[in-house]
T-cell receptor
């Protein structure tokens, strides 16, 4: 079945630095990538949607200059958290769709636990 | 945009009993309703889904029902086992008709199956 590889699984960074999270679709072309953030004991909140080769569409309240999304190819999307602060500590998870080829399913990455100290 | 409400937030059942989790959605154009099981620190796992052209779907101990008129859908787990303990999320999207439509998640239900 469809697989999305997400790295790193855990990262600790200092306040003010940037962190890049990668999601790769291993056996299908991810035409659309969704990025979610999940705080402890809460639901998955959509941050942005990106289509290959296009600018990402951000949800209301999500700072596009702080959370940079790149979806330059059909197999790779990245989320960069710039100038990270402790309040950005969260579980970040991507979800890819490959259109009709994979039956309209949403394939999730394994998530990245970001801790900003 | 779509809004998905989910109840209850916590559910405790005895092993072997049934568990029911209910969700309502607001956008009548939504046509795809998956249910996910998430264990702590892991990715959500799809356990069952239903499309708007179907009223009910069953897979062994798990079933989902959909009432389009009332805009609500429910997850039913029978003969619960301790390994069913996890957080369950419902979701809705307009994705069945194709394209990159986003999933909107419910708030989650912490299910605990006690021995």
């Amino acid at each position: 079945g469809a697989v999305v590889s997400q790295h790193p699984s855990r990262v600790i960074c200092k306040s003010g630095t940037s962190v890049k999270i990668e999601c790769r679709s291993l056996d299908f072309q991810a035409t659309t990538m969704f990025w979610y953030r999940q705080f402890p004991k809460q639901s998955l909140m959509l941050m942005a949607t990106s289509n290959e080769g296009s600018k990402a569409t951000y949800e209301q309240g999500v700072e596009k200059d702080k959370f940079l999304i790149n979806h330059a190819s059909l197999t790779l999307s990245t989320l960069t958290v710039t100038s990270a602060h402790p309040e950005d500590s969260s579980f970040y998870i991507c979800s890819a769709r490959g259109g009709t080829a994979v039956g309209y399913g949403y394939t999730f990455g394994s998530g990245t636990r970001l801790t900003v100290v | 945009g779509e809004n998905v409400e989910q109840h209850p937030s916590t559910l405790s059942v005895q092993e072997g009993d049934s568990a029911v989790i209910k969700c309502t959605y607001s956008d009548s154009a939504s046509n795809y309703f998956p249910w996910y099981k998430q264990e702590l620190g892991k990715r959500p796992q799809l356990i069952i889904d239903i499309r708007s052209n179907v009223g009910e779907k069953k897979d062994q101990r798990i079933a989902v029902t959909l009432n389009k008129t009332a805009k609500h859908f429910s997850l039913h787990i029978t003969e619960t086992q301790p390994e069913d303990s996890a957080v369950y999320f419902c979701a809705a999207s307009k994705g069945f008709t194709g394209g990159g439509n986003k999933l909107t998640f419910g708030t989650g239900t912490q299910l605990k199956v006690e021995l």
